[in-house]
Antibody, heavy 120, light 108 residues
Framework: QLQLQESGPGLVKPSETLSLTCTVS??????????WGWIRQPPGKGLEWIGN???????FFNPSLKSRLTMSVDTFKNQFSLHLTSVTAADTAVYYC????????????WGLGTMVIVSS | SYVLTQPPSVSVAPGKTASISCGGN??????VHWYQQKPGQAPALVIY???DRPSGIPERFSGSNSGNTATLTISRVEAGDEADYYC???????????FGTGTKVTVL
């Protein structure tokens, strides 16, 4: 059964860069059949899509975050990463990575999530 | 950008039927997915492509999509169905995924 695991610092200072990695296990990130995404959830609030990437590095991002966002993929390590610059307290959230299908498909497999707090 | 509106809360007695609405402009033209999120857990897919159920999801969960409203229906509600539920679509006009505002289902 494919599994995803988020990792990264739990505390980031304001104005710095938030960097997270998602490791895919029991399956290959190199499959052309899927995209890989990030979704976040501020404490007590709803879900917000951040962006998606595929094995070849094709990306598409939430327009509200696009100017601060980069994503990358490492097929050798079976990982994909998120980098969000110039963070503020509004970026405090649980960050989830997930697998999704092309053509409007759902997010069918999710990681457990990792809490990131933006604070000095 | 595209907005999906859900009722903040729905209460239902055990054994009864819960209906959770997801309103969006002409949502019938989009494919809708539904997620269940229990406290402290990641969301889990319960309905995809409007009406399909992933393996392992009980037949009690069903979906529909018509006009400006998509609906998740939970029949014969059990205590274990108590959770937050989110709808989700792909907005082709802005090229991004949109989640609904979420509905907390309480089993009385």
């Amino acid at each position: 059964q494919l599994q995803l695991q988020e990792s990264g610092p739990g505390l980031v200072k304001p104005s710095e860069t938030l960097s997270l990695t998602c490791t895919v296990s029991s399956g290959s990130i190199s499959s052309s059949a899927y995209f890989w995404g990030w979704i976040r959830q501020p404490p007590g609030k709803g879900l917000e899509w951040i962006g998606n990437i595929n094995y070849s590095g094709s990306t598409f991002f939430n327009p509200s975050l696009k100017s601060r966002l980069t994503m990358s993929v490492d097929t050798f390590k079976n990982q994909f990463s998120l980098h969000l610059t110039s963070v503020t307290a509004a970026d405090t959230a649980v960050y989830y990575c997930a697998r999704t299908w092309p053509n409007q498909g759902p997010f069918d497999i999710w990681g457990l999530g990792t809490m990131v707090i933006v604070s000095s | 950008s595209y907005v999906l509106t859900q009722p903040p809360s729905v209460s239902v007695a055990p054994g009864k039927t819960a209906s959770i609405s997801c309103g969006g402009n002409d949502i019938r033209t989009k494919t809708v997915h539904w997620y269940q999120q229990k406290p402290g857990q990641a969301p889990a897919l319960v309905i995809y492509y409007d009406t399909d159920r992933p393996s392992g999801i009980p037949e009690r969960f069903s979906g529909s999509n018509s006009g400006n409203t998509a609906t998740l229906t939970i029949s014969r509600v059990e205590a274990g169905d108590e959770a937050d539920y989110y709808c989700q679509v792909w907005d082709s006009n802005s090229d991004h995924f949109v989640f609904g505002t979420g509905t907390k289902v309480t089993v009385l």
